[in-house]
């Protein structure tokens, strides 16, 4: 690690912490706009080696916070110094992800951390304000550098002692939420829960998004490679990393829980299999929101709570009889229980777990029991689970997304719950004539996101979401070849234009203001497929359309598919175009279409029509002077090389 000598400004490489004589102190603060690099201080050093004046150091040219903090850490009678901003090496991704990893370390063997509020006169301000009293405590990196420190001294805007974290524990608690015994290391920070460690960042913030998990790593004890660019992926590894650490199931325990009197089958409830929320893993610590309130049990003793709450005799989930090959017996040799492992596969997390389930029609909702406890509710929390609905595909262990949306009256009037209490898993999986089973089930949970999903594996899917967007810039050149749409086109995913079979069918025509000339573009599904197709309409008023094409319906209500034996959706079928292109009509119009994917998941599309053919060709040259001028002085050329 690089440390500044406080006297001068200096900086100075050693090999660990411990070989710091004296030990050295170290800076928490707010990045305020350009602040000084690595590079910038020892250049610093450089320039100040040629100067007589022995005034004229580093530290005498450095940053105003630089200067300042080292000039207090000096009168408090430490010779070394660490400050992030020009202590790393960031040219360095290697020396970078050292510093990552080690910096709860660093924090926690500072023999002192100054945390400076550059936003605070005073403690008494900092009160007088209310939340969010200062930046300091909105941001995601200062949460481990709160918590890690053994002494830890807070300065205002003009480098005054405001206090210190153990005297101002009990305020600290209530403007951060951290407990005052694990502030004050009267109890280890290990022995809070995973879920209410999340909750005390999930309303920090960071500027790079992987640093929402990055700034987390020392607080759950983790150690991970620092990959600036995967987004929010790295949330998801830190949580993996987590699991393997852990048997904390609270980790699992964020997003709403469902209210204890709701029956989802008795309700209008939707599967949506990829929604942010419908997996394992948290998307952030902002998920986490509302679960401060959770806390581990002893595996045993969650199991022996839901046996006598659900009134359920100990030989039914015996597993000794079963094949379980991992399996531990209760502290009073009653019976025996698999023991509460999870490994994770492309399938899913796979895990044997309790499972409470029930089926309706085609939909089978589960309530996976977890070893956590929720004070706000004051019962055992379990896992909402849904059947994943597998098309042409039989498995022999069934796989779960988490959650249901309970809609409202109105379809955007919805909530999506994610936990459930078990105590009232029977009334919540109950309904008319559906048996519930309880039992020891191996089942798989998916835990993140695809990276990409395939409609090949879910057709339906495709087809049920099949939407048409018109991208802003083709309407545009679409005008300056002179055709106008007869209709707004959706150019946003609010607007899409939706298609459902047997629903209504999007119908757009093209008209060329100047000839009269026009295209239709109608877009539909047949037998739960979409397809499209072009109609050219020469410059004759009023044609009327031949049989295999569908009329037009008036703008105020949705177009009708016309059933008629002689078309046949199947050649203009998505699915059969080549690169999800085709080209309409002759060699003097000639419209090509092509459907290109807006999003990796979601059954949205980006329309492009491309215009071709002699005709269409010289109705594009009258409406653009450009090609216009182009073109004659291409003829001029012709007629000068003729006569040579």
Known sequence: MWLIRTRTGELKHFNSFSDVKGGY?????????????????????????????????????????IRECCKLAESHGYEWLWIDTCCIDRTSSAELSEAVNSMFS????????????FDVLSWGSLMRRGPPYSKWFTRGWTLQELIAPRSLVFLSKDWKVLGTKASLASVLEQITGIDADVLTFRRSVSEVSVARRMWWASSRHTTRVEDRAYSLMGLFGVHMSTIYGEGDRAFRRLQEEILKRTSDQTLFAWGNVLPAHSTPFRERFSFDNFHDDSHLFAPSPASF????????????????????????????????????????????????????????????????????????????????????????TNSCI??????????????????????????????????????????????????????????????????????????????????????????????????????????????????AHRLSNGGPLGIFKFTHSASGESFRL??????????????????????????????????????????QPAFSCDKNRLSSWLNATKTFGDSKRRIQLTFTRAANIGGTHLLDVRLGGSTYWRLNRRSDPGQKALHTMSRTAVRLCSRR
């Open 25 to 65: 102190a170290i800076l928490s603060h707010v990045w305020q706009g350009e602040e000084m690099s690595f590079q910038e201080l020892r250049a610093l050093a450089s320039d100040t080696k040629e100067s007589d004046s022995p005034d004229d150091t580093p530290r005498s040219r450095a940053s105003a916070k």
């Open 106 to 117: 660093w924090y926690s063997h500072a023999s002192v951390c100054y945390a400076y509020l």
């Open 289 to 376: 929101r509302n679960s401060g309130t959770m806390r581990p049990l002893n595996f045993p003793v969650a199991v022996k709570h839901i046996i006598r709450t659900l009134k359920l005799p100990p030989g039914r989930l015996d597993a000794s009889a079963k094949d379980v090959p991992h399996t531990q017996t209760t502290a009073d040799g009653s019976y025996v229980i698999p023991s509460p492992d999870m490994s994770f596969t492309t399938y899913g997390a796979r895990s044997r777990m309790l499972v409470l389930e029930s089926s309706k029609d085609n939909s089978v909702l589960a309530v996976c029991a977890l070893a956590c406890w929720d004070d706000a």
């Open 382 to 495: 379990g896992l909402l689970l849904r059947r994943y609905r597998q098309y042409n595909a039989k498995f022999k262990y069934p796989r779960y997304h988490v959650g249901i949306t309970v809609r409202g009256k109105h379809k955007w009037m919805g909530l999506s719950y994610r936990l459930a209490q078990v105590d009232w898993a029977p009334h919540v999986l109950s309904f008319s004539g559906g048996p519930i089973t309880v039992a020891w089930k191996q089942i798989y949970i998916s835990h993140r996101p695809p990276s990409h999903r395939s409609t090949l594996s879910d057709p339906k899917r495709y087809e049920a979401e099949f939407r048409v967007l018109f991208p802003k810039w083709l309407e545009v050149e679409l005008r300056k070849q002179g055709f106008e749409a007869d209709r707004p086109l959706p150019t946003d995913e609010t607007d």
């Open 522 to 563: 109608q877009i539909g599904q047949c037998h739960s497929s979409p397809w499209a197709t072009v109609s050219i309409v020469p410059k004759v008023s009023h044609i009327k359309p031949p049989a295999t094409e569908v009329q037009d319906s008036p703008l105020n209500q949705p177009a009708a598919l016309l059933v």
